[in-house]
């Protein structure tokens, strides 16, 4: 699709490009009848004075009597704009002005972090300037640095990310070097769930300690949630007054959800509804966890590091606090659960077109199945 502009202009892919009818007597010159030039800009603004620019100098090359046989080279080195091609970290700050609008803070600061090994290795250099050659060097530098390959994957995409968007935006003529250099193979390390019994220990042991830490891994060991998702829960998100006690799980301007699907009501069963008891009493304040929750993001980096800290000093030098969700979809499975509830659960994506139409579970079935995962033994001791 061609949208026409004024005077001379038409954009291609949001990109302004130059179109002029060449004059007879100028054709054998050019070998064509008419004259396309890339402008380099989606701006229109910047487009209208490129063309003027270009229009003013057509006029006086097309107007000459007796065209010299030089022509030809003065179109190419006066009329052809010069693109402006911005530098990596130009390229960057444009990326996060556009494409970071709206996104969380830990969007921002992987780009900053990804784009500055990036400059801190190679250079601060016009991106046409980059070569697979040392995208190649930035991707050995990091490896050797003790990154594992699925963290290097993760920082390229970042910068490919920025690569595209400026090669667009910017209308330039070039590939995207770090898209084409090669990665080593890697193997992902299964997360394994974490046994029953040693879960019944965990929750034992956040009863007793009763702090906010143990009321999040509580939270995760009887819901099933992501660790964002939690650590990112209001106060008002738990209904406790409810017929059936539940959580509210949605998205939140310092807090989204990894999927339409995470959207969803969790009742609060076993562990889980005693740490929500435990935080509607003793939290004051708009936030659940305000140790990792603020207005601007959720830091669940660090509450991993904490929780997963504690699990692995006192139970399993394997256990991370994901495996809370492995455990829990085992834990269903166990129960008897049927897929589609167990993926309502957990707020997974169904490749099932069905499972999107109505509205779902009630809470008082979905309580159904978690009452017989939870742990009724130690909350009845309470």
């Not at 603004?45 to 063309?51: A, H, K, R």
């Not at 974490?194 to 009887?222: H, V």
């Not at 929750?293 to 256990?319: H, P, R």
Request: hydrophobic content about 40%; proline content about 4%; charged content about 25%.
């Amino acid at each position: 699709m061609v949208d026409q502009s004024p005077t001379y202009l038409f954009t291609k892919r949001d990109v302004y490009y130059y179109s002029r009818r060449i004059p007879p007597n100028m054709r054998a010159i050019y070998g064509k009848k008419r004259l396309v030039v890339s402008l380099g800009t989606k701006s229109l603004n910047e487009g209208l004075s490129l063309s003027h620019a270009l229009t003013v100098k057509l006029d006086m090359l097309w107007g000459e009597e007796k065209p010299t046989s030089g022509t030809l080279d003065v179109l190419v080195a006066k009329v052809e704009p010069r693109k402006r091609e911005p530098r990596l970290s130009e390229a960057r700050d444009s990326y996060l002005r556009i494409r970071g609008a709206g996104k969380p803070k830990t969007f921002e600061r992987a780009s900053i972090r990804n784009i500055g090994a990036v400059v801190s290795l190679i250079g601060d250099l016009k991106l046409t300037h980059y070569t697979t050659l040392e995208a190649a060097n930035v991707r050995d530098a990091l490896l050797s640095r003790g990154l594992t390959v699925l963290s290097v994957r993760r920082m390229f995409a970042t910068i490919n990310a920025v690569f595209h968007f400026a090669i667009g935006e910017y209308g330039l003529d070039m590939k995207n070097p770090f898209a084409l250099v090669h990665m080593p193979q890697s193997i992902r390390k299964k997360r394994m769930p974490i046994p029953i019994e040693t879960i019944r220990d965990i929750q034992a042991a956040c009863y007793e300690i009763d702090d906010d830490l143990r009321w999040l891994i509580a939270l995760l060991s009887d819901t099933g949630m992501r660790l964002s998702e939690a650590a990112g829960l209001a106060i008002e998100d738990i209904c406790l007054e409810h017929d059936v006690p539940h959580i509210n799980l949605e998205p939140h301007p310092w807090r989204r959800l990894k999927t339409q699907q995470s959207e969803r009501q969790m009742p609060l069963v076993g562990a889980a509804l005693w740490a929500a008891q435990r935080i509607a009493a003793e939290v004051e304040g708009k936030w659940c966890f305000p140790r990792y929750t603020n207005a601007e993001s959720c830091n669940g980096n660090s509450a991993s590091a904490a929780l997963n800290k504690w699990l692995k000093a006192n139970f399993s030098k394997e256990g991370v606090v994901h495996g809370f969700r492995h455990s829990f979809r085992d834990r269903l499975r166990a129960a008897g659960c049927s897929t589609e509830m167990i993926e309502q659960l957990g707020g997974w994506s169904s490749a099932n077109v069905g499972s999107r139409y109505g509205k779902g579970f009630e809470l008082k079935l979905k309580t159904k199945f978690l009452g017989k995962i939870s742990n009724k033994h130690v909350n009845e001791g309470l």
